[in-house]
């Protein structure tokens, strides 16, 4: 504005110089008047603006999801008229669209318009803005698949939460989305420590005994699994199971989650008769629950085929497969377990060359998922290596041995498990280092305002 100002003075100083003092006066005048009038104009447009980004606002929190959209979109197309420089509100208008368009089904488009919000995040100053953006953007990269990309930013809300003294619960929700980030990627020393954490602070606010504890439970659970600490893993699960019963809430689709992880620690203990149990009871209550066709029926299935499978009941076997696949063949990263389980199935039948063709299949869909579980993915490699070599083909096992080297290698470089993430430079470093590819998805729809 000053430099504007300066420059009008001296336009209106050499018309002065020119044409006398008067027609100075008159230029200067008309400069200003023209700049005042521009100045009003834009004021009102982002009171307007400001106007239509509280009531999408307040249609939002009163569930009018469609209207809060359209609110949304005319503040935004309103912003782009008048080119507003990104800040705290253009930012908070892309975050209600965000949640407007999850809430209507479109999570891609959703992903869209939070990532454009992140864009506006080097004009926002206000932290509970940040933090919104933070915490919407790595809940839709995990809703929508892209685990890996989703770590960095939910670390860096955990973070911020902590600078900005958020509620002790709303840390172990942050502290939850981040672990199950980390667990699909296969880092599940990393997602233990956050579950854990999550856990501590969520039983000091609630006690030990609230309902609410189940679910992280049943993912520490998970995550010791994988680590093979099986007695660790078994003690969540049973913890789990007493928290469900204890609330009356053992008819659920939820206490199924428990049976089944209580069945998949027993089978590998090698107490498979008391995992069918626990299955079976799984199976009964999915289908009363979800119906014969729901994907977690199909994982119940393919569970069930390998306890046939260790029992030697290859039949048996056999018609729980079948009936998984058929469940599960839109499901990639469900079908990735079903055509494991069928080649450990050939194999046991002495069926090499068919179990190889299998274990090829079931790596390469989960080669194919947008965030491919790095531990399981070189649990298939080193399984397709051992197959490949009894088939005679050495130069294919020895490639895929150097392939599940690279995945644990870059297993092992992931970050410390036991690290501080309520320190956000060290959060905020971890942005810089690990989203490069999303941080070019941003930069390409910054033209948005």
Same mark, same amino acid.
């Given at each position: 504005?000053?430099?504007?100002?300066?420059?009008?003075?001296?336009?209106?100083?050499?018309?002065?110089?020119?044409?006398?003092?008067?027609?100075?006066?008159?230029?200067?005048?008309?400069?200003?008047?023209?700049?005042?009038?521009?100045?009003?104009?834009?004021?009102?447009?982002?009171?307007?603006?400001?106007?239509?980004?509280?009531?999408?606002?307040?249609?939002?929190?009163?569930?009018? &999801?469609?209207?809060?959209?359209?609110?949304?979109?005319?503040?935004?197309?309103?912003?782009?008229?008048? +080119?507003?420089?990104?800040?705290?509100?253009?930012?908070?208008?892309?975050?209600?669209?965000?949640?407007?368009l999850k809430k209507t089904?479109?999570?891609?488009?959703?992903?869209?318009?939070?990532?454009?919000?992140?864009?506006?995040?080097?004009?926002?100053?206000?932290?509970?803005?940040?933090?919104?953006?933070?915490?919407?953007?790595?809940?839709?990269?995990?809703?929508?698949?892209?685990?890996?990309?989703?770590?960095?930013?939910?670390?860096?809300?955990?973070g911020l939460g902590h600078?900005?003294?958020?509620?002790?619960?709303?840390?172990?929700?942050?502290?939850? +989305?981040?672990?199950?980030?980390?667990?699909?990627?296969?880092? &599940?020393?990393?997602?233990?420590?956050?579950?854990?954490?999550?856990?501590?602070?969520?039983?000091?606010?609630?006690?030990?005994?609230?309902?609410?504890?189940?679910?992280?439970?049943?993912?520490?659970?998970?995550?010791? %699994?994988?680590?093979?600490?099986?007695?660790?893993?078994?003690?969540?699960?049973?913890?789990?199971?007493?928290?469900?019963?204890?609330?009356?809430?053992?008819?659920?689709?939820?206490?199924?989650?428990?049976?089944?992880?209580?069945?998949?620690?027993?089978?590998?203990?090698?107490?498979?008769?008391?995992?069918?149990?626990?299955?079976?009871?799984?199976?009964?209550?999915?289908?009363?629950?979800?119906?014969?066709?729901?994907? +977690?029926?199909?994982?119940?299935?393919?569970?069930?085929?390998?306890?046939?499978?260790?029992?030697?009941?290859?039949?048996?076997?056999?018609?729980?497969?079948?009936?998984?696949?058929?469940?599960?063949?839109?499901?990639?990263?469900?079908?990735?377990?079903?055509?494991?389980?069928?080649?450990?199935? &050939?194999?046991?039948?002495?069926?090499?060359?068919?179990?190889?063709?299998?274990?090829?299949?079931?790596?390469?869909?989960?080669?194919?998922?947008?965030?491919?579980?790095?531990?399981?993915?070189?649990?298939?490699?080193?399984?397709?290596?051992?197959?490949?070599?009894?088939?005679?083909?050495?130069?294919?096992?020895?490639?895929? +041995?150097?392939?599940?080297?690279?995945?644990?290698?870059?297993?092992?470089?992931?970050?410390?498990?036991?690290?501080?993430?309520?320190?956000?430079?060290?959060?905020? %470093?971890?942005?810089?280092?690990?989203?490069?590819?999303?941080?070019?998805?941003?930069?390409?729809?910054?033209?948005?305002?």
């Amino acid at each position: 504005m000053a430099l504007v100002l300066a420059i009008f003075i001296g336009i209106s100083r050499t018309v002065s110089r020119e044409f006398g003092p008067a027609a100075g006066w008159i230029v200067f005048g008309v400069l200003a008047g023209g700049l005042g009038i521009r100045f009003g104009i834009t004021w009102r447009a982002q009171r307007r603006f400001r106007k239509q980004v509280k009531t999408a606002g307040n249609a939002m929190d009163e569930g009018q &999801h469609q209207e809060a959209l359209r609110m949304a979109d005319d503040a935004l197309t309103l912003a782009r008229k008048w +080119r507003f420089t990104p800040d705290d509100e253009v930012a908070l208008a892309f975050v209600i669209r965000a949640e407007a368009l999850k809430k209507t089904g479109d999570k891609q488009g959703a992903l869209e318009a939070s990532a454009r919000a992140f864009s506006c995040m080097c004009g926002v100053e206000r932290a509970h803005v940040q933090l919104m953006i933070f915490d919407q953007l790595g809940w839709l990269l995990l809703d929508t698949g892209h685990a890996r990309k989703a770590i960095p930013i939910l670390e860096a809300a955990v973070g911020l939460g902590h600078r900005a003294e958020a509620k002790p619960l709303e840390t172990a929700s942050r502290l939850e +989305r981040a672990g199950m980030a980390c667990l699909r990627v296969g880092m &599940h020393a990393n997602a233990a420590a956050a579950f854990g954490k999550a856990i501590d602070l969520m039983t000091k606010e609630k006690g030990a005994d609230a309902l609410e504890l189940a679910s992280p439970y049943i993912n520490l659970g998970i995550s010791y %699994k994988r680590m093979q600490k099986l007695d660790d893993a078994e003690r969540c699960y049973r913890e789990a199971m007493r928290l469900r019963q204890k609330n009356f809430d053992d008819k659920s689709e939820q206490f199924s989650t428990v049976l089944l992880n209580l069945g998949v620690v027993c089978a590998e203990q090698g107490r498979n008769e008391e995992a069918e149990k626990y299955y079976l009871e799984t199976l009964e209550l999915r289908i009363q629950m979800l119906g014969r066709n729901h994907w +977690r029926v199909g994982n119940t299935y393919n569970n069930l085929a390998g306890c046939r499978r260790r029992l030697r009941d290859f039949a048996g076997a056999e018609k729980y497969l079948r009936q998984a696949i058929e469940i599960l063949d839109a499901y990639p990263e469900q079908l990735c377990n079903v055509v494991d389980t069928l080649s450990r199935l &050939h194999e046991d039948e002495g069926k090499t060359e068919e179990a190889l063709a299998a274990a090829t299949r079931a790596r390469e869909i989960q080669q194919g998922l947008p965030s491919p579980d790095l531990s399981e993915m070189a649990t298939l490699f080193e399984r397709e290596a051992a197959l490949a070599e009894r088939c005679g083909e050495e130069e294919r096992a020895r490639e895929c +041995r150097t392939r599940a080297s690279e995945m644990r290698v870059a297993l092992a470089a992931a970050p410390p498990a036991d690290r501080d993430l309520t320190n956000l430079p060290e959060s905020l %470093k971890a942005l810089e280092q690990h989203l490069a590819s999303s941080l070019e998805r941003v930069r390409a729809l910054e033209h948005a305002i």
